[in-house]
């Protein structure tokens, strides 16, 4: 099994639909990050947390927003899902207690397509 | 603020060499790598922690220029699985969250 796992892998839905994106993880790391990737612009940041009570907005957060309901779970929400968030979407784990590094741990990723 | 990677692209013949930029305008505290391959999560090749910093991965490494932000990576004798997406991810001193770069598609034809 997958250390991050994400759900649903791929997921078409319409404009003005709400959506909840999952992210799991059984490394026992702190921080979780969400991040899109879109063609020419990289792996932009949504949002981030440290911990449990810890929430934090990335670079391109308008639009999202996050739970963290447990160390090992953090979902990222779409309101009212627009054509210009469709992407695919990927979630991390990362911890620097763990290892002399903080790497970052990527689930497989979410095809997300808004029609 | 996305670190700009540079060249956003390039092609390169097995057995030649590739240098990949990444900048940043902010004072790092750490510079990662990671390579996605096509269809595929980015998968972690190394991280640097120190200026001047140099570390390798079998015929990849990379060096950590503390005073000017940037980091570079050397890919030298470039085999076929080289290809694919190379990220700089960076962390900077007072926020440690993890924020990637544009990416470099590197390919590399027999």
């Known amino acids: 099994d997958a250390d991050v796992t994400q759900t649903p892998r791929n997921r078409i839905t319409k404009t003005g639909k709400r959506i909840m994106l999952e992210c799991s993880q059984t490394?026992?790391?702190?921080?979780m990050y969400w991040y899109r990737q879109d063609p020419g612009l990289g792996l932009r940041l949504i949002y981030y947390?440290?911990?449990?009570?810890?929430?934090n907005k990335g670079e391109i957060s308008d639009g999202y927003s996050v739970s963290r309901q447990a160390q090992a779970k953090f979902s990222l929400s779409l309101e009212s899902a627009i054509p210009n968030q469709t992407a695919l979407y990927f979630c991390?784990?990362?911890?620097?207690?763990?290892?002399?590094?903080?790497?970052?741990?990527f689930g497989q990723g979410t095809r997300l397509t808004v029609v | 603020q996305q670190p700009v990677q540079s060249p956003q692209a390039v092609i390169l013949r097995e057995g030649e060499d590739a240098v990949i930029n990444c900048s940043s305008s902010?004072?790092?505290?750490?510079v990662h790598w990671y390579r996605q391959k096509h269809g595929e999560a980015p998968v972690f090749l190394m991280i640097?922690?120190?200026?001047?910093e140099q570390k390798g991965h079998e015929k990849i490494s990379a060096s950590f220029n503390e005073k000017k932000q940037q980091s570079s990576l050397y890919l030298t004798a470039s085999q076929l699985s080289y290809s694919g997406t190379y990220f700089c991810?960076?962390?900077?001193?007072?926020?440690?969250?993890?924020?990637f770069g544009t990416g470099t598609r590197l390919t590399i034809i027999p």
């Open positions: 490394k026992g790391h702190d921080r």
């Open positions: 947390s440290f911990d449990v009570k810890d929430i």
């Open positions: 991390a784990t990362s911890d620097p207690r763990q290892g002399a590094s903080n790497e970052a741990f």
């Open positions: 902010k004072a790092l505290y750490s």
């Open positions: 640097l922690l120190k200026g001047g």
């Open positions: 991810g960076t962390e900077t001193f007072g926020n440690e969250k993890l924020t």
